[in-house]
Structure formats: C-alpha cells, structure tokens
C-alpha cells in the first residue's frame, strides 16, 4: 500500500514535470515557420512604403500640371469674352499669338465699343514650351506678366467656312465669330526609385468660345 500510493503521488509530478520540458522551447518547424511569416510581413510593409514614396512626387506633379492647364484655359475665356472678333482681328491674330483691347462700354453717339487704353496678349513659345500672358500699355510696354509652362503645342484654332477647326486666322475668326482654345501640356516626372525611366504625364482641356460683343 505505501508503495502504491507513493506512485500514485509521483505520477502527476512526473506528468507536469515532462509538460515544463515540452513548453520551454520551440521546435526547429515552429521557427521556421514564424521566419517564414516575418518575412511576408517585412516584405508587404516595404513594398507598401515603396508605392507610397513612388507615387507621391507624380501625383503632385500630376495635380500641378492639371491646375495650370485650367488656370490658362480659365484666363483666356475670360479675357477674351470681354473683347470682340474684330478687335482680336485686328491685331494679326494666329495660332502662336492673340492681341486685343477689352470692351469698357458702347458710345450710344456713335454706336462704336469703348475699349481699354491697354492690351491683353497671349503668346506661344515654342522653343521653351510655355505660353506667356502680357498686360501691355498702349505703347505695347509690358506692364505685368504671367508665364504657363509645358504647354506642348500651339493653342488657337477657329472653324472655316464649312465648320472644320482650323489654325486661328483673321478672315475665319471674323466670319464665324468663334475662337477655340486647345490647351495641351505635358510633363516628365523623374524619382530616384523610377531610375533612367522618366514619367510623362499629360493633360489637355478644349473651350470653344463665342465672342460676345457683336
């Protein structure tokens, strides 16, 4: 009987004992797999903060572009809705260049426009890729001016006598009344993670505007 219920006692010990021996450490499996998932979870983190810091530089470049185009675009219907065909007809007008005076009002004695002492003027730069927005005085002196960067191509164009768009000229523009303003821009974005590969990002906006003061 002592014998027995000694056993007895020792059993549990023993079982508990074995159960510590188990626990302590882990298996050469367990390690592996928990490397194995650590270095999925690196690996998403840093692809993850790659796109991120990738994608940052072109989508701001990406919003400028498009905020400069609408500005432009913006400006020029503006200004050009306060002059007329004939007065923006006057002053040579052609795909790479615009010139006018705006109405101030109409002489009832007369029946002729009262216009501004001073000009508007959009040109094109070609060579520099960038349209420049003048105030002029009326000696032609610059007396402000806006400058519209990564415009790709000239922005004037009006219809002929069969309604097809077609370069900006006097005899068109004073026929149909009707400019139409083709912005086109584009911009090279180049990171460091892009390496020699450089993004081009384009936007364009087209506005045909009917000339009011006639």
């Not at 450490?25 to 840093?46: D, M, Q, R």
């Not at 519209?148 to 009006?158: D, G």
Request: proline residues 3%; hydrophobic residues 40%.
């Amino acid at each position: 009987m002592l014998t027995g219920q000694r056993e007895i006692k020792l059993g549990p010990l023993v079982y508990l004992r074995s159960l510590r021996t188990k626990s302590s450490g882990f298996t050469i499996i367990e390690v592996l797999l928990a490397a194995v998932l650590l270095a999925a979870i690196l690996s998403a983190l840093f692809l993850t903060l790659n796109v991120g810091q990738l994608s940052n530089p072109i989508n701001s470049a990406r919003v400028e572009l498009q905020d400069n185009v609408r500005r432009l675009l913006y400006w020029i219907a503006r200004d050009v809705r306060d002059t007329s065909s004939g007065e923006i007809a006057a002053n040579s007008p052609s795909s790479e260049h615009i010139k006018f005076r705006q109405v101030q009002g109409l002489d009832t004695a007369t029946g002729y426009y009262i216009l501004s002492t001073s000009y508007i003027e959009y040109a094109y730069d070609a060579e520099n890729k960038k349209i420049t927005r003048n105030s002029l005085d009326s000696t032609g002196s610059i007396l402000q001016s806006w400058t519209f960067e990564n415009i790709t191509q000239p922005p004037f164009f009006t219809r002929d006598s069969l309604g097809a768009v077609v370069p900006l000229s006097q005899s068109y523009l004073l026929s149909n009344r009707k400019l139409i303003v083709d912005i086109n821009a584009e911009k090279s974005v180049c990171t460091v993670r892009i390496g020699q590969d450089c993004l081009n990002l384009a936007f364009s906006l087209t506005e045909e505007i009917k000339i009011r003061n006639e």
